[in-house]
């Protein structure tokens, strides 16, 4: 693959200027020599992958306690079938100990069994102890001991159940939330790089007259524009691929589609926000005014671009112009590589989305990009 | 032989303050520079010196009339008037993280010529700076600096705006030997200024703008006679800033 790889990078370069190349170089250069700027790029992504790291990307446990008063064998059989769910970590003990515990809240619950627990004579009844704020993991609970308390039932009746309920993924591959969020913190974050590298920059360097200083040299608008794309490129490519690579190892991340069409994907959002974020710049004309543009930009689709949950969660008036956001259509077309194994190739509504932002970001930076208007 | 030809230029802009009203910043003025010269533009602030200077470098569009240079019309040739330019601009600032050496080769490349930006940083005295940024230099420092990266393409003319506003007696005078030196090597030399003896040790004519209109035009000797050749204090005889006054009135401008 390398071998195949090489000559295609050579005639990359020689599509480009010198020039082209040798300001790409010096804009790198600029980013490297700015370690915060690369610390700060990184450290969200990094933050998530260890946060899902540390917690193994499942939720914690409930921490029950179990008071069991009875000795019979419909406790322990009750008591052993509670232990034995993943649901629960269980603490048996005295009612008073476990309460204390429950009131500094090492306990989220407490079940007390009864003395004389035995559905013979007539119902059996369990106490559950609750701390009030604990309440929102109240529905897990209930539902888990419910079901505890049917089978014991079914298996001291003899009776077998009529229904199972057995959940079978059609797409046939595990999907955890990190599966599903680390394509769109991908988008995120080449958004983020990319809007700080075209938006940001050429405001403050216009600001600093230092726009101007170039203008006075024969350098085409092209040649710039390029070069800072080709820088940008560069460096969202590596991030990405450190944040990925990280994912992978660390989190066992698999990436279904083809990694060529992962990274077209990726290069295709760069472009866009790039060119997006010289629209925002040749707009803003002051710093003041380019924070509170990019937020406006970057806020909203955060939100609602179905990064952090799907899209299908939100109220269905906003689903149509959420799928329309570019952050969305990124975001979504990288996890269908990612997650479904769908190619950058294939058309459909995403790669569509995908074409149409392309032209469109290309036809407003032209309009908006005005190389006098901007150096001025 | 004149290098620029301009002839009854003209730049509006919006009024501050009321947009829909607009005024001549530079308002029909026409001159010529000889090859050679170190032509003076004096002026108070918004008498329209930069703006003129900007529309010669085709950082600013131009009206009405025409700008030759070289005998090339700037409107219709920016890029290739650009090429045979080097200017100073009163902003001098450049991108972060990169030293003095990384700067002029960068600019070099914008002309895409390979420098010497030892024997350039030797011409402006800053050769022990060669790996210095920008920012940690002083004040005169940095103005030398703006100049050498202005000669990176080895132009036929320099413009130079306002080069020693803010700088010390010292680092004037270090200036001012830098422009003689490099007018001595044949360099056309266009400069702006407030500061009267720059005008009159520097340069060979001396255009005074005010409001947008050229006022005078002389050498500074002629200028001297026909304007203030009654010294107005106890002096033995008038200078140019009495002619600048003269011509301009005494009331504050900004």
């Known amino acids: 693959m390398y071998s195949l790889l090489l000559p295609g990078i050579n005639l990359g370069i020689k599509m480009f200027t010198s020039l082209q190349l040798h300001l790409a170089k010096v804009f790198l250069k600029i980013f490297l020599r700015d370690r915060q700027s690369i610390l700060f790029s990184l450290f ?171 203008f006075v040299t024969p350098i085409q608008p092209k040649d710039f524009i390029v070069s800072i794309v080709l820088a940008r490129m560069a460096i969202v490519l590596v991030q990405i691929s450190v944040v990925l690579g990280l994912a992978i190892t660390l989190l066992d991340i698999r990436i279904v589609g083809s990694f060529y069409s992962l990274y077209g994907m990726v290069i295709l959002g760069t472009v866009i926000f790039l060119c997006l974020g010289f629209c925002l710049g040749s707009i803003a004309k002051t710093q003041e005014a380019i924070r509170p543009m990019v937020s406006a930009f970057i806020f909203p689709q955060l939100i609602l671009s179905g990064v952090f949950f799907p899209i299908s969660s939100m109220p269905e008036l906003m689903q149509p112009f959420a799928h329309a956001l570019p952050l969305s259509v990124i975001a979504t077309g990288l996890r269908d590589i990612a997650n479904d194994g769908t190619s950058l190739l294939i058309l459909n509504t995403t790669t569509l989305g995908i074409g149409i932002w392309i032209i469109l970001s290309f036809i407003i930076v032209t309009k908006f990009f005005v190389w006098k208007e901007v150096a001025n | 032989m004149n290098i620029i030809e301009v002839r009854n230029l003209y730049k509006s802009y919006p009024q501050p303050g009321n947009k829909k009203e607009s005024f001549n910043a530079v308002d029909g003025i026409t001159f010529n520079i000889e090859v050679g010269e170190v032509y003076g533009i004096l002026g108070p602030n918004g008498a329209g010196k930069t703006t003129t200077l900007e529309m010669l470098e085709g950082l600013n569009d131009i009206d009405s009339g025409s700008a030759l240079i070289d005998g090339l019309d700037v409107s219709s040739n920016a890029f290739k008037v650009k090429e045979i330019i080097g200017v100073q601009l009163q902003a001098n600032e450049y991108f972060d993280r990169l030293d003095l050496t990384e700067l002029l080769i960068l600019f070099g490349k914008l002309y895409s010529q390979e420098i010497d930006s030892e024997g350039l940083l030797k011409k402006v005295d800053l050769l022990d700076k060669s790996k210095a940024k920008p920012e940690e230099l002083s004040g005169g420092q940095k103005q030398r600096f703006s100049i050498a990266c202005a000669l990176v393409n080895n132009p036929k003319i320099l413009f130079l705006d306002e080069p020693t506003t803010g700088l010390d007696p010292q680092a004037k005078r270090n200036l001012w030997n830098l422009v003689k030196d490099l007018n001595a090597a044949g360099m056309t030399i266009v400069l702006t200024t407030h500061n009267m003896e720059e005008a009159e040790y520097l340069c060979n004519r001396i255009a005074i703008m005010d409001q947008g209109k050229l006022v005078a035009e002389d050498t500074p000797h002629d200028l001297i006679q026909k304007y203030a050749s009654e010294p107005q204090q106890a002096a033995l005889h008038g200078n140019i800033e009495d002619v600048f006054l003269a011509l301009t009135g005494h009331k504050l401008r900004d």
Do not use: C, H
């Open chain 1, 44 to 214: 969200f992504p990094l933050v998530f992958i260890g946060a899902f790291l540390f917690s193994g990307g499942e939720s914690d446990p409930i921490n029950l306690g179990l008071v069991n008063n009875s000795t019979n064998s419909v406790s322990k059989n009750f008591s052993e079938l509670v232990t034995g769910d993943p649901l629960f970590n269980v603490t048996e003990g005295e009612e008073s100990y476990l309460k204390e515990q429950l009131i500094l809240g090492d306990q989220t619950a407490i079940i007390v069994i009864p003395e004389n627990f035995d559905y013979l004579e007539k119902t059996g009844e369990l106490r559950l102890l609750l701390d009030a704020s604990q309440v929102r993991q109240l529905g897990a609970i209930k539902e888990a001991l419910n079901t505890s308390l049917l089978s014991i039932e079914r298996e001291l009746r003899n009776v077998e159940p009529m229904f199972r309920l057995k959940i079978e993924d059609v797409k046939a591959r595990p999907q955890r939330y990190i599966d599903f969020l680390l394509p769109g913190l991908l988008a995120f974050m080449l958004m983020n790089l990319s809007l700080a590298g075209s938006g940001f920059n050429i405001v403050e360097y216009r600001r600093r007259g230092i726009l101007k200083r170039l």
